[in-house]
Structures are given as structure tokens and as C-alpha cells.
């Protein structure tokens, strides 16, 4: 038997410090503007920029990547703000044992900031870190919201979308297990690669890829190939990049 020792769920969630910014969550101070909640920008229905969280960080990626369409900056978006819900749920449970609650009413997003100042939790309140209750936080508190706010507002496949979500796990289960390698954190990579085996088996991930070890080869593409200099990702369903199709709406 493993005997998993876990840090408490602190206030300021220090155990997650060593892994890196993507998997850091702020939960003191106070951002010097106002920050949107997340349940804000999944609601918001206008179209201006400025006015639609969502709109406003699609509308930057586009510019960022020179994305010849809005899905493509759509998609993009998306898999990083999925990518950071993961690991930050991710990287909790398996070295605190517990998760923070991540209710979109509470989590506040900064859509103009980079990892870790777009995130900020205002109050930690620990919750089971079992597959089940982190899926009811993530999938269900925050990524089926926004996929529907952002296939609401851009012509982007759900198969794409949940590819993504599933690639983003995959991609932090990947991290945490070289952290946990190369600070001899054994049970650490068995609780990540446990955890995500069981969250991929979800109804809404289950179709989205084939989980072999720490790799993940997708059944979908985010489109990546299709910014001037992008390419296949390594966990893309196809081995280079395809000949694009105007009328392709495929993911």
C-alpha cells in the first residue's frame, strides 16, 4: 500500500509555488482593478471587446498569434484557460489531497494577463479531491460554460473544444509527474497519472484520445497548424499539418 502524505490546503496554496507558475492560483492581496468573475465573462452576452471577458481575451490571442480566423484564437484561448483550471485543480490534489472550491461566482479572471496573475481566488474552501467532485469543478463548475459561451460566438466544433480540455489535462498530469520524477515524489506521479486516467474516462472526455502512460495522442486538432509558423502539437491527431479547407469547420 501507498501512503500519500499531503499538505494541508493552505490559504495561500504554497505547496503548488514549486511547480511553476502555470499551476500557481493568487489568493492574497488585492488586484489593483477589479477583476471580472469567471461566471461574469461565461454569461456576458455583448459583442464589444471590452465589455465580454471572452471576447476581449480571444481578440488578444488573434492579434498575439496573427490568426488568419476567430475560432482558430477561439480555440487557442480556450485549451490555455482550460490548461490552467487543470493544474491548479490538478497540482492540489495530489499534494494537498483536497481542492479549493473554483465556483466561476467566486474565481476571478484578469483576460489580459498571463499565468499567474490571471487567476485570483479571493477565499480557499478545501473540497474532496476525488475524480468525481473535481470533474463537478472544472468540466461541468467552468468548461462546459465557456464552451458553449465561446460555440455561442464562434463557429467551433465541440470535438475540438473537449480535445482541447483533454489535451490540457493531459498536459498538466505530464508536468506534475516530471516534477514529482525529478524531486523523487513517487507517489505524487501515481496520484497524477491515477487521477487523470479516471477524469479522461469522463463521458464528456472519454472520446476525445488515447491515454498511454503520460502521453496522450487527441482524436481532434485545436487548429494550432493553421497560425502563419504553427504546427502539429505533440499530442495532435495528425503527424503534419493538413491542407487547409476554406469551408472546413471540422475539429
Not at 1 to 11: E, G, N, P, T, W
Not at 53 to 76: Q, Y
Not at 91 to 100: D, F, N, Q, T
Request: aromatic share 8%.
Amino acid at each position: 500500500m501507498v501512503l500519500l502524505l499531503f499538505v494541508d490546503l493552505d490559504h495561500n496554496l504554497a505547496a503548488l509555488l514549486p511547480l511553476g507558475g502555470f499551476f500557481v492560483l493568487r489568493t492574497s492581496g488585492t488586484p489593483h482593478t477589479p477583476l471580472p468573475t469567471l461566471a461574469y465573462a461565461y454569461e456576458n452576452q455583448s459583442s464589444y471587446a471590452y465589455g465580454n471577458p471572452i471576447t476581449f481575451r480571444v481578440e488578444k490571442v488573434a492579434h498575439s498569434l496573427r490568426a488568419p480566423e476567430p475560432r482558430i484564437a477561439a480555440s487557442v484561448a480556450q485549451q490555455g484557460l482550460a490548461a490552467r483550471l487543470w493544474s491548479v485543480t490538478l497540482g492540489c490534489a495530489v499534494l494537498h489531497g483536497s481542492i479549493p472550491d473554483l465556483d466561476p461566482v467566486l474565481l476571478h479572471w484578469d483576460p489580459d494577463a498571463g499565468a499567474p496573475d490571471d487567476l485570483w481566488l479571493p477565499e480557499v474552501r478545501p473540497l474532496p479531491a476525488d475524480a468525481p467532485t473535481v470533474a463537478d469543478t472544472v468540466l461541468h463548475g467552468h468548461l462546459e460554460p465557456l464552451a458553449a459561451a465561446l460555440r455561442a460566438r464562434y463557429r467551433i466544433a465541440p470535438g475540438l473544444l473537449w480535445g482541447n480540455a483533454a489535451s490540457a489535462l493531459a498536459g498538466a498530469a505530464r508536468q506534475l509527474d516530471h516534477w514529482a520524477r525529478a524531486h523523487a515524489r513517487p507517489q505524487v506521479a501515481t496520484r497524477a497519472r491515477t487521477l487523470t486516467a479516471e477524469l479522461l474516462a469522463h463521458p464528456l472526455l472519454s472520446d476525445t484520445g488515447t491515454l498511454t502512460g503520460t502521453a496522450f495522442r487527441r482524436r481532434s486538432c485545436c487548429l494550432y497548424y493553421r497560425v502563419p509558423g504553427g504546427g502539429v502539437c505533440g499530442d495532435c491527431c495528425f503527424t503534419r499539418p493538413p491542407r487547409p479547407s476554406p469551408r472546413d469547420t471540422s475539429g
